[in-house]
Every structure is written in structure tokens, then in C-alpha cells.
């Protein structure tokens, strides 16, 4: 058979070559086009029967075959088109650079060798195509089409401002459904088209964006071949996608492919990329300056070769038809096709038992078309192979029962579910629709193929009208997509206020960093928002972790023995006895983090925490030289009484009895004070190690957080203080008031300070009032040193004059004796430390007197007196 003139019609996108071999084949008799998307392919005869009539135009896909009987003008995929032609007057193979696929090149490289017309033959693609076009067909005439617009670089765009009649293109139906979501709150809508839709909801979506009712399209790479719209600019939303095998960029023909989608006829367009994506945590894609170049030049490396595989392989055997599948071409232009999914089948099934009655030529050819069935749901060889065994079961003895395939197709007639599950559906029924259509495989075949089109029609009903509702029933879509592996590709966004939504539809909190589920859920749904939840957890976390680490330092708190941020635990705080460097327990919710991620946020933490502790050093020296042997046991068991009593502890309850006078200026160089009634550490009666103490739980008594000098008294004893009657004065202000008492004693002996101290003394009271003691709780305080006060006489009736000054003596106290306002503390460490038990109750007025204790082996005013005399 002669082939006729042979055109190759190759160059950019907006040249007209489809239409071009649409006007051909109009043209002619007879004609036949291939094209590589039944979309397009439903698009042109819908084109061309306008022209000729319904009853002169067929359709022919893998999953639909409208074809009258007297139809001379075939609109078809290219894997349904008669590999010869069909002896038709004219051929076309439209998108031919699609040979150099590594998954469908073989057929579009049998087609483009072997399709040819009685008078006209076009092949239509790429330039890129032009070198092997020349070594493979060189009868081929080269036609040269310029490209009715220009295509200009536009750069990156935000979604929400992305011109109208704009289209943005996603490479996964996860980011087509966020980008149109996204589309609808920004700019009231926006159509959905990708491959896997029924033509009927395409027609319907692409009718929405052609009317002007959205002026936004969101769309697969299908955009790219060969869809005629109203399309003023496209935005790329991701510069990469996954192959089949790995997630690889594009190259610059195939972004030129899409973006050359832009500026139709004789109006010019642009392309770039967008951002700001809800639920993207990746940055905006961006072209370099080479694609960039060669996208508005069209300039683009030539295509280095062509897959192949053998069209007519020998069907004798099993092993025969394996190894033509797998033999190598003949042409150095050409090279093998890596193993697709029909061949993988083939091969898993012929070593198992389904295959073992395979052995006639018949048999083997109707065993590789039961293999040939497109993977439509896209389950992989291993999954598909178990279906098309299931079929073979049935084939292998001459056809399906009609009962067997309604009830399957009955199975999927059910339009309830949201856009995934309606997607399934279909991509399912697909599978049903092509059975059916095949000539020899199904009894009632016209009837099944009549059933399995009209569910398609339904389901494709209800998932326009899922698309056009704009995703109202969100809940429902997370439930479902939660359930599937692709969980993790959900939008998931954390607001402020620690909301957890899919666009706005919430389905819980992040409290601090543990995840709780929305209460309004229902007891079904928990399960399901939790687990949509947590697929989202590790990046959600890492980022607030990283955020925190880096600017919100200053929210975290020491509270109840942890870290805390925001009022919520995210750390325990483990303090050594010391305490020289603390250790952190992370909360259980912050092992969802990634390793990298949580040692770096620990760290962060645990630098953080340092700094706070510094406050503790004070007590970090007085641990240390409890533990140096060279400080003698008698001061180290003083220490030791001091740090347990968290710096401040009654001379009573301090064992000085035992801790020789020589050792107490070593003491005192590590801040200890000796006290008239108390021995403390000054650094440690400061705000902040109190506060800091307190919220370690360490000490768990009652806190003044400001340490103010004095205030009211209250049950318990905050800690750092002592009662004075009505008030409780901080220890440290007290030593200051019985030093000054002390010093006043001892300033009204003789000139020069010699002699014995008078039993009447005056004790001025201004300095104890300037610090907030009222007159009345002074004698309190006082007493509890051994001072008393003794009253004047009031002035005479008409005397005049101010009142004379109380005068004040001292006594040391006798063994046993407490002061008039110390109270015992029974359990130091405990929540009531410093409680209050009840009354003092003092000796009867007519007891005999106590035997006054020698002053050497005094413990308490006394000796604090003998201190200040002696030095």
C-alpha cells in the first residue's frame, strides 16, 4: 500500500496543528486522528461531527466506542486506532513527541512508523521530534508553523492574585483540589479539569470557565495537550512531578508544552508560577533563566530517541510472547520501553496457576489482551494482577456472565461520597466500561456497556456536582482522605489561636504541642480527624518548635517543676541535688517530632533553662562546699541543714552548737549570715531565686513574690519571713531592726562604750517603722530577742508637753524558752510549712523562774550579743 504524502507538521503550541489536520481530514473521504487524551479526542468529534453529521463520525477510546455504521471519520486514542491506519485516505497522530514516554512512548512509536493514510499522513508534535522524524520517516515532508502569539515570562504570583481567565496546574489531585478550594474563597470559584474525569464532567467544568461563570481553571498536565481554551495566562503551582518511578522537574518542553496553553490565536499570553498555597509547606517554585529562555524562544534540545516495543509480537506460547514483549529494536533511534503494566501482569501471572491451561495461540492471545486491561485505578501490577486473574477465570472458558458483570457495575452505582470516593468510582467503572466494550468478552455486551456508561453518567453527575459545590462537605472529604495513603498531602493549617482546619473546616486544637480532636465530632469521626491530624503533626510541630525556639523563648515559663509554654507542660525539669546542671524530660506528644527537629529544640530548651537557673548559684556554692571534705563535717552539717531549708533556717533548728567559732567566717564568705534568730543565705532572699525555688518545687511553702520587707500575716508562713505579731517581716529586715536594738543597748553604756549596759535603755523605733512595721508589732519582734518594753507614766492632769519614751530592756533567753512569736516547723519541705499550730502558751505568771542559761553555751540572742561585742 502506497502512504501517500507523509507531513510533518512539528513546532510550539498555539500553531494550529490540530486544526490544521482536522480541516485535512474534513478534507477528505475518509480520515482517522489518534490523539493522546480521549478528553481531546471527545473534544474534536464533537468538532468534527458538528461538521459531517453524527452519523459520519465515530469516537473510539479504550472505555467508550460510539461508532455508527456508516461513520468514515474516527476520533480516536492512540492505543484504540488501527495501528496501519485502517486504509482510511487520511491520518494523523497528533502529539507524536509523546513516542519518547517512557510508559505509552511504544505505542505513539508504532503508530508514527506504521499509521499511514491512502493519500494524506500528518504527523503532528514537537519540534523536538524533527531529527528522529527525519532518520525514521524520511519521506517525511517538514511543514514549519510559527506560532500565532507570544508567550512572555510573568514570574511568580500570589494565588490570591492571580489575573482572571488564569489556569494553575497541579500534578497531583490532592493539590488540584487545595488550589481550587483555595480559588473559592479568594475569588468566588474556580473549574476542575483533569485526566481521570469523565468527559462528560470535563465538558461540564471546561463549560463553566468558557461561559465566564469561574474565571479560573484548575488542571492536571492534561491541560498540555491540546485543550483549546479561553486562557490568558498559567500558573505553575509545582515545577515537578512524579513519573511513575520518581519526582523529577520538568523539562523545558514539557513546561513549554503547558504554558504554551496561554494566549490562543492571535492574542498573546503569559506563564509563571504561584504561591501562597494554604497547606503548602514548601517554597514557591521558580524557572531558571535557561527555561525561561527557552520557553519564550522555543528553543529546546532535540529528542535523542524513541521507546519501543514489538506491536506484533508471536502469540505461540507464554515464553515466546514474553520474549518478543522484551526484545530489543533493530533502529539506533529507537530503544526498548521499560517494563508498563500489562507486561508486568503478564509476567506475575504466567508463573502462577491461573496460567497453566494458557497453552493454545489463542488462548495466549486472549491471556495478553485479558492482560493488556489499563490499570485505570492505578493500583500498581501487584493489585491489578489480581483482578485481571479474577477475569480470567471466566475468559479462559469463553465469556463473563452478564449476571457476574451487572452485579459489579450495580456496586458502583451509588452517587453518594465526596469528590475522592467519587473519583474512585469512576476510575473503577472505567475498568467495566472497558470490558464491556470489547467485541468477545462479555455476553450482552451492548446492554452491560449501555449499564456501565450510565452509572459513569451518574457518577460523573454527582462529582460535577461535588466540584461546582466547591468542596461543601469538607468534613466528609478529610474522614475519607485520612483513610488513604495520601493522608498526608491534606492542607492542613494551624491558625493562631491553635486551630487545626483543612481550609477552614476545623478538626481540632494543637494545645501547646499535643493534639486534641474537635469536640463537636462526633464519636464515629474521632478516630478518623484524629488520625487526619497526626499524618500532619511532624511538620506542624517542627515548625511551631522552630518557631519557638527562635522568637518565642520569651513565652516559656518555669511552673510546677517543668517548662512550660502558653500555661502547657512541654517539659519536666529534673534538678540534681547540686544543683549544677538540670536534665529535661520532653512531654510524650513531642516524640511526633523529627529526630532532627526535637534534639534541636531541646537544645534550645535546655539553654534556655540555664539562664533562668542562674538565679540558683547562690545554692549551687553552698552544695558544693557541703561536698568538700576540706570544710570540716561540723560546717557541712550546717549546710546541709541550710539547703535543705532552702536558705533560711531558725538558729534553734541549726545545730550551731556543734560548729566551732573559727569555721564561721568560712561561712560567712559563702553569703551565710548568723542572725539573732535565724541563719540564712542573703542571695537566696532575693525575688528571683524565691520565685525560682517555688516554681521548681523545691520549696513548696507559701510565696511573696516580690519578697516585699513586710506584710500581713497570713496561715502559713510564706517562705523567707518571720511573724512579728500581725505582720511577718522578711529576715533579713528583721536581723537589721535586732542589730539596731542591739546597737542601741550597747551605745547607753558609759562614754567610749566601756562598762556594763544599764538595765533601761531607749530603742528608737524609726528605723523598724520605715521598713513597715507598725508600733505595735514592734515589742513582737523585739521580743522575741529578749528585749521588753516598760511603759512611762502618762503626764500629769494639766501637764503639757511631749510624752516621755518607752524605755526597753534585755534578758537572755533560758533554756527551752521560744520567742513570743515563733511558731515550730514541723515538716519544712511539705505544702504547710510554717504552719501555724495554734497559740503560744507561756509560763503562768507564779512559775519559778527558768535558770537563766551561761552565755558560752548559748544558742540564741545571747550569743548573737556576745557576737557583736566580741567581734
Request: a positive charge; proline letters at 7%; aromatic letters at 6%.
Amino acid at each position: 500500500m502506497s502512504d501517500g504524502t507523509i507531513k510533518a507538521v512539528l513546532g510550539p503550541t498555539n500553531t494550529g496543528k490540530t486544526h490544521l489536520a482536522i480541516e485535512r481530514m474534513c478534507g477528505h473521504s475518509s480520515g482517522m486522528i489518534g490523539f493522546p487524551l480521549r478528553l481531546l479526542a471527545r473534544e474534536v468529534y464533537d468538532r468534527v461531527r458538528a461538521i459531517k453529521g453524527d452519523k459520519a463520525v465515530a469516537l473510539i477510546t479504550g472505555e467508550e466506542r460510539i461508532e455508527p455504521p456508516d461513520a468514515r471519520y474516527f476520533c480516536c486514542t492512540v492505543e484504540a486506532m488501527e495501528r496501519t491506519g485502517g486504509g482510511h485516505a487520511f491520518v494523523a497522530l497528533d502529539e507524536a513527541q509523546l513516542a519518547a514516554d517512557p510508559e505509552r512512548g511504544h505505542i505513539f512509536t508504532d503508530r508514527l512508523l506504521n499509521a499511514r493514510g491512502r493519500e494524506e499522513t500528518m504527523i503532528l508534535g514537537s519540534a523536538t521530534l524533527e531529527p528522529l522524524v527525519k532518520a525514521l520517516v524520511p519521506r517525511a515532508e517538514r511543514v514549519e508553523r510559527p506560532r500565532f502569539s507570544t508567550l512572555r515570562h510573568a514570574g511568580s504570583c500570589k494565588l490570591s492574585r492571580l489575573p482572571p481567565r488564569s489556569a494553575v496546574v497541579g500534578f497531583s489531585a490532592e493539590q488540584v483540589y487545595a488550589i481550587a478550594e483555595a480559588l473559592r474563597r479568594f475569588r468566588g470559584g474556580a473549574a476542575v479539569v483533569m485526566g481521570a474525569l469523565s468527559p462528560e464532567t470535563r465538558n461540564r467544568q471546561v463549560e463553566l470557565f468558557q461561559n465566564g461563570e469561574v474565571d479560573y481553571i484548575v488542571a492536571t498536565d492534561a491541560i498540555g495537550m491540546g485543550l483549546n481554551l479561553d486562557l490568558h495566562h498559567v500558573a505553575f503551582a509545582s515545577l515537578s512531578k512524579f513519573d511513575g518511578r520518581r519526582q523529577r522537574r520538568l523539562t523545558p518542553a514539557e513546561m513549554a508544552q503547558i504554558a504554551g496553553r496561554a494566549g490562543r490565536h492571535q492574542r498573546d499570553g503569559s506563564f509563571g508560577t504561584v504561591s501562597g498555597i494554604r497547606g503548602s509547606q514548601a517554597s514557591p517554585p521558580e524557572f531558571t533563566d535557561e527555561e525561561i529562555y527557552a520557553i519564550e524562544e522555543h528553543r529546546f534540545a532535540p529528542l535523542t530517541h524513541l521507546f519501543w516495543r514489538e506491536a506484533e509480537p508471536r502469540f505461540d506460547n507464554l515464553a515466546t510472547l514474553i520474549a518478543d514483549l522484551e526484545a530489543p529494536p533493530d533502529e539506533p533511534e529507537l530503544r526498548q520501553a521499560p517494563e508498563a503494566v500489562d507486561v508486568a501482569v503478564l509476567k506475575r501471572l504466567a508463573d502462577e496457576p491461573v496460567a497453566a491451561s494458557v497453552t493454545s495461540p489463542g488462548l495466549v492471545r486472549r491471556f495478553w489482551e485479558a492482560c493488556s486491561l489499563p490499570d485505570f485505578r492505578s493500583v500498581g501490577a501487584e493489585v491489578h494482577s489480581r483482578f485481571v486473574a479474577r477475569l480470567w477465570q471466566d475468559l479462559q472458558q469463553g465469556y463473563l456472565g452478564a449476571d457476574y458483570v451487572a452485579a459489579r457495575i450495580a456496586e458502583l452505582d451509588r452517587s453518594q461520597g465526596d469528590i475522592d470516593t467519587l473519583q474512585g468510582r469512576i476510575a473503577a467503572i472505567r475498568s467495566w466500561a472497558y470490558i464491556c466494550q470489547r467485541p468477545d468478552w462479555v455476553l450482552a455486551r451492548d446492554e452491560m456497556f449501555a449499564r456501565a456508561r450510565a452509572v459513569e453518567a451518574r457518577l460523573s453527575d454527582a462529582l460535577h456536582a461535588r466540584l461546582t459545590e466547591r468542596f461543601v462537605n469538607r468534613r466528609t472529604s478529610l474522614l475519607m482522605k485520612s483513610l488513604g495513603q495520601d493522608g498526608q498531602a491534606l492542607p492542613v493549617e494551624l491558625a493562631p489561636d491553635g486551630a487545626l482546619t483543612v481550609d477552614g473546616e476545623p478538626i481540632g486544637r494543637l494545645e501547646g504541642f499535643r493534639f486534641a480532636v474537635d469536640p463537636d465530632a462526633t464519636v464515629a469521626d474521632r478516630k478518623m480527624l484524629l488520625a487526619a491530624g497526626e499524618k500532619a503533626l511532624p511538620t506542624i510541630l517542627a515548625q511551631r518548635a522552630e518557631w519557638v525556639a527562635s522568637q518565642g523563648l520569651g513565652e516559656l515559663e518555669i511552673a510546677e517543676g517543668a517548662i512550660a509554654w502558653n500555661g502547657h507542660r512541654i517539659a519536666t525539669i529534673e534538678l540534681p541535688d547540686d544543683f549544677a546542671s538540670a536534665r529535661l524530660v520532653l512531654a510524650r506528644e513531642l516524640g511526633a517530632l523529627p529526630e532532627a527537629a526535637r534534639k534541636r529544640f531541646e537544645a534550645a530548651l535546655q539553654g534556655w533553662l540555664e539562664a533562668q537557673l542562674e538565679p540558683l548559684e547562690p545554692l549551687r556554692k553552698l552544695a558544693a562546699a557541703a561536698r568538700d571534705p576540706a570544710a570540716g563535717s561540723e560546717a557541712r552539717a550546717v549546710l546541709h541543714t541550710l539547703i535543705d531549708a532552702h536558705g533560711v533556717v531558725s538558729r534553734e533548728d541549726a545545730g550551731l552548737q556543734h560548729l566551732p567559732k573559727e569555721m564561721r567566717p568560712y561561712l560567712r564568705k559563702l553569703g551565710v549570715v548568723f542572725g539573732a534568730l535565724d541563719i540564712f543565705a542573703h542571695a537566696l532572699l532575693k525575688p528571683a531565686p524565691r520565685r525560682l525555688l517555688h516554681a521548681l518545687e523545691i520549696d513548696r511553702r507559701p510565696l511573696n513574690a516580690a519578697m516585699l520587707p513586710v506584710i500581713p500575716d497570713t496561715r502559713h508562713l510564706p517562705a523567707g519571713y518571720r511573724r512579728a505579731g500581725s505582720q511577718v517581716i522578711r529576715v533579713d529586715l528583721a536581723e537589721k531592726v535586732l542589730r539596731a536594738a542591739f546597737d542601741a543597748r550597747l551605745g547607753a553604756a558609759q562614754p567610749g562604750g566601756k562598762g556594763k549596759p544599764p538595765m533601761r535603755f531607749l530603742i528608737d523605733p524609726a528605723l523598724a517603722i520605715s521598713i513597715g512595721l507598725e508600733a505595735d508589732n514592734i515589742p513582737r519582734l523585739l521580743g522575741s530577742a529578749g528585749f521588753k518594753r516598760f511603759g512611762t507614766r502618762a503626764l500629769p492632769e494639766g501637764a503639757f508637753g511631749p510624752p516621755a519614751p518607752d524605755y526597753w530592756g534585755w534578758r537572755p533567753r533560758r533554756v527551752g524558752e521560744a520567742g513570743q512569736d515563733h511558731k515550730p516547723n514541723k515538716s519544712r519541705h511539705g505544702k504547710h510549712a510554717g504552719k501555724r499550730k495554734g497559740p503560744h502558751k507561756g509560763k503562768p505568771q507564779n512559775a519559778r523562774p527558768a535558770q537563766r542559761e551561761a552565755p558560752k553555751g548559748s544558742g540564741g540572742a545571747f550569743d548573737a550579743l556576745k557576737e557583736l561585742l566580741g567581734g
